[in-house]
């Protein structure tokens, strides 16, 4: 696949404008748009193929996206409803993504474990 990566200052800013996006900083929202600090991550996590990978507050999806090239499956909990067109929009190429808008403290992570994973 060959899409404009989302972690890149021009693409975010893109994003939050196109969607109307202000940080809720009761979140504690911070997006990551270094494609070089995202690999980094990776890299270190030891991702491959045949990883199940879960990410909580994925944001706009910058690392999400990266991980879907490189992971069986990335299940993403994200809180803030505001977010989720976002990530139905960034990450709709990539089938093995399925992003549960739900807190992770109050999820059921067993049951989307094995309903996702």
């Known amino acids: 696949m060959d899409y404009k990566d989302i972690a890149?200052?021009?693409?975010t800013k893109a994003?939050?404008?196109q969607y109307g996006f202000n940080f809720k900083k009761s979140l504690g929202q911070n997006f990551l748009i270094d494609t070089n600090i995202i690999q980094k991550i990776i890299s270190a996590s030891d991702i491959d193929e045949n990883t199940g990978v879960i990410?909580?507050?994925?944001?706009?999806?910058?690392?999400?996206?990266q991980l879907a090239r490189v992971a069986k499956k990335v299940l993403a909990f994200e809180i803030d409803q505001r977010l989720i067109p976002v990530l139905e929009d960034t990450?709709?190429?990539?089938?093995n993504v399925?992003?549960?808008?739900e807190d992770i403290l109050k999820a059921n992570v067993q049951k989307e474990i094995d309903q996702h994973l």
């Not at 990410?55 to 996206?65: A, D, Q």
């Not at 990450?91 to 089938?95: A, D, F, M, V």
Request: cysteine-free.
């Open 8 to 11: 890149t200052p021009t693409r």
């Open 15 to 17: 994003l939050l404008n």
């Open 55 to 65: 990410e909580v507050g994925p944001g706009m999806g910058s690392l999400t996206e």
């Open 91 to 95: 990450l709709n190429p990539y089938s």
């Open 98 to 101: 399925t992003i549960v808008n």
